[in-house]
């Protein structure tokens, strides 16, 4: 009986390991030159972390099942929930700004389609303890670097940006109380994957006959794209007291978040857009995804505020901004651009080895050498040399190292340099030193 993986799930070959593997290590890399330190949470949760915390759409995506205790529990399908838990549970020893990230596989059962599976890696980054537009401008400014350190510019991705808060202040003015201003952004979040008539009986549900006339003023306030014009149709809006006051608070906020986002060199990637409003329960303040700029179009991260989590979950109150980035559709948007890492899984020595007197010399050498950290192969069984050296040739190592039966009666190994065909005899006692020298 033959047996494949699930819908949704991958097997990773080396060569796509390898890939994968270098994606991780450009994710990695850019977080710790932003002083990011890495974490990790369970894969499998108590089920009502997410009934609580994530809202409808990611509960209804869940591969969730009651454990041999009795306990109901899920696969993760985010970590956010999981990480606003461990920092609530040590908030009081933490040093603020935490400020962490993680690499890890998520799950969720939706349909398998191009760019969304239901297992996936994702590139989790977060700070915890500072209310200020400053932490969101360093995640943007961090989620774009990363974008850039795969080779992508301007002309491939945007990170569209948009304001919970300024929706809440927009849904007061229209007389909206927090239950129903939430149920209506629940719409305005869907409206670009519905046509205009839908979007109108949904609304129509929530607002009756006002639906109308208030989803013209929806695609206005969607449509602005200009801070200036962002901030002249808020001062616009019917607001007294202090509603109005936190209008021009929210407007400042803006001003210094775009400021902070233009000294850190991201914001040409910027996009003013209302129409990101991310479907989680969790969110609060700004929000942001990064698109593809041109093809498709697709979400390759998505994030924001969420300064009530914590508390939620037990512990202090804490503002928090983050965001994710799968590796799904970065790697279909980096290959469809030819910018897929090229991970190299050659060796960098190789050793031909002949005759058994040969070996145990071969193999002490290939132990120093791979305790100092080089890559080092040889043959597992005997062969001829012509064999030997028609396998170095393919491996794609760099130096091919010698043992026969002179080498061996003059304590020496010959070095052959497989890139510049030349060839050098060395005392086996200078052998370890001088490698490094010679795979330069």
Same mark, same amino acid.
């Given at each position: 009986?033959?047996?494949?993986?699930?819908?949704? =799930?991958?097997?990773?070959?080396?060569?796509?390991?390898?890939?994968?593997?270098?994606?991780?290590?450009?994710?990695?890399?850019? !977080?710790?030159?932003? #002083?990011?330190?890495?974490?990790?949470?369970?894969?499998?949760?108590?089920?009502?972390?997410?009934?609580?915390?994530?809202?409808?759409?990611?509960?209804?995506?869940?591969? #969730?099942?009651?454990?041999?205790?009795?306990?109901?529990?899920?696969?993760?399908?985010?970590?956010?929930?999981?990480?606003?838990?461990?920092?609530?549970?040590?908030?009081?020893?933490?040093?603020?700004?935490?400020?962490?990230? #993680?690499?890890?596989?998520?799950?969720?059962?939706?349909?398998?389609?191009?760019?969304?599976?239901?297992?996936?890696?994702?590139?989790?980054?977060?700070?915890?303890?500072?209310?200020?537009?400053?932490?969101?401008?360093?995640?943007?400014? *961090?989620?774009?670097?990363?974008?850039?350190? =795969?080779?992508?510019?301007?002309?491939?991705?945007?990170?569209?940006?948009?304001?919970?808060?300024?929706?809440? *202040?927009?849904?007061?003015?229209?007389?909206?109380?927090?239950?129903?201003?939430?149920?209506?952004?629940?719409?305005?979040?869907?409206?670009?994957?519905?046509?205009?008539?839908?979007?109108?009986?949904?609304?129509?549900?929530?607002?009756?006959?006002?639906?109308?006339?208030?989803?013209?003023?929806?695609?206005?306030?969607?449509?602005?794209?200009?801070?200036?014009?962002?901030?002249?149709?808020?001062?616009?809006?019917?607001?007294?007291?202090? *509603?109005?006051?936190?209008?021009?608070?929210?407007?400042?906020?803006?001003?210094?978040?775009?400021?902070?986002?233009?000294?850190?060199?991201?914001?040409?990637?910027?996009?003013?857009?209302?129409?990101?409003?991310?479907?989680?329960?969790?969110?609060?303040?700004?929000?942001?995804?990064?698109?593809?700029?041109?093809?498709?179009?697709?979400?390759?991260?998505?994030?924001?505020?969420?300064? !009530?989590?914590?508390?939620?979950?037990?512990?202090?109150?804490?503002?928090?901004?983050? =965001?994710?980035?799968?590796?799904?559709?970065?790697?279909?948007?980096?290959?469809?651009?030819?910018?897929?890492?090229?991970?190299?899984?050659?060796?960098?020595?190789?050793?031909?080895?002949?005759?058994?007197?040969?070996?145990?010399?071969?193999?002490?050498?290939?132990?120093?050498?791979?305790?100092?950290?080089?890559?080092?192969?040889?043959?597992?069984?005997?062969?001829?040399?012509?064999?030997? =050296?028609?396998?170095? #040739?393919?491996?794609?190592?760099?130096? !091919?190292?010698?043992?026969?039966?002179?080498?061996?009666?003059?304590?020496?190994?010959?070095?052959?340099?497989?890139?510049?065909?030349?060839?050098?005899?060395?005392?086996?006692?200078? *052998?370890?030193?001088?490698?490094?020298?010679?795979?330069?």
């Amino acid at each position: 009986m033959q047996f494949e993986t699930l819908p949704g =799930f991958r097997e990773f070959y080396p060569d796509a390991c390898a890939q994968r593997n270098a994606i991780f290590d450009t994710w990695r890399s850019v !977080a710790r030159a932003f #002083n990011f330190l890495e974490y990790d949470a369970p894969v499998l949760e108590p089920l009502e972390l997410y009934i609580e915390k994530s809202g409808e759409e990611i509960v209804g995506q869940l591969f #969730n099942f009651e454990d041999r205790g009795g306990r109901a529990v899920a696969l993760r399908p985010e970590l956010t929930p999981s990480l606003a838990r461990l920092v609530g549970a040590k908030a009081n020893s933490l040093k603020r700004p935490v400020k962490w990230f #993680n690499i890890g596989e998520q799950y969720r059962y939706e349909r398998p389609q191009k760019g969304r599976l239901r297992a996936f890696y994702q590139f989790n980054v977060d700070i915890f303890g500072e209310p200020g537009p400053a932490a969101d401008a360093e995640l943007i400014a *961090l989620l774009a670097q990363s974008l850039k350190s =795969f080779g992508l510019g301007e002309v491939d991705f945007k990170i569209r940006l948009s304001d919970r808060d300024l929706w809440l *202040l927009m849904l007061a003015a229209e007389g909206l109380d927090e239950a129903g201003s939430m149920a209506v952004l629940g719409v305005i979040d869907k409206m670009e994957r519905m046509d205009r008539e839908k979007v109108l009986e949904k609304l129509a549900a929530l607002m009756g006959d006002a639906a109308e006339s208030f989803l013209g003023r929806v695609e206005e306030a969607v449509s602005i794209r200009e801070f200036d014009a962002l901030r002249s149709y808020i001062l616009a809006l019917p607001l007294e007291g202090d *509603l109005a006051e936190q209008a021009q608070v929210r407007l400042a906020d803006w001003g210094v978040l775009l400021a902070a986002l233009e000294s850190a060199g991201a914001r040409e990637f910027i996009q003013i857009d209302l129409g990101i409003v991310r479907g989680l329960a969790y969110y609060t303040g700004f929000v942001f995804e990064a698109f593809e700029a041109s093809g498709e179009g697709r979400a390759l991260a998505g994030g924001g505020r969420y300064d !009530a989590l914590v508390k939620k979950l037990g512990g202090p109150e804490m503002p928090a901004v983050g =965001f994710a980035m799968g590796d799904v559709t970065l790697a279909d948007l980096l290959e469809s651009k030819g910018l897929l890492p090229k991970a190299s899984q050659s060796p960098q020595i190789v050793m031909v080895i002949g005759g058994a007197e040969a070996r145990p010399v071969a193999m002490r050498d290939a132990a120093s050498l791979r305790s100092r950290g080089y890559v080092v192969d040889y043959p597992l069984k005997e062969q001829g040399f012509g064999k030997q =050296f028609k396998s170095a #040739n393919q491996s794609g190592a760099r130096l !091919a190292l010698i043992y026969g039966s002179d080498e061996i009666s003059k304590d020496v190994v010959k070095v052959r340099d497989l890139k510049a065909e030349s060839e050098q005899e060395l005392p086996r006692a200078e *052998l370890i030193e001088r490698v490094a020298e010679l795979l330069v």
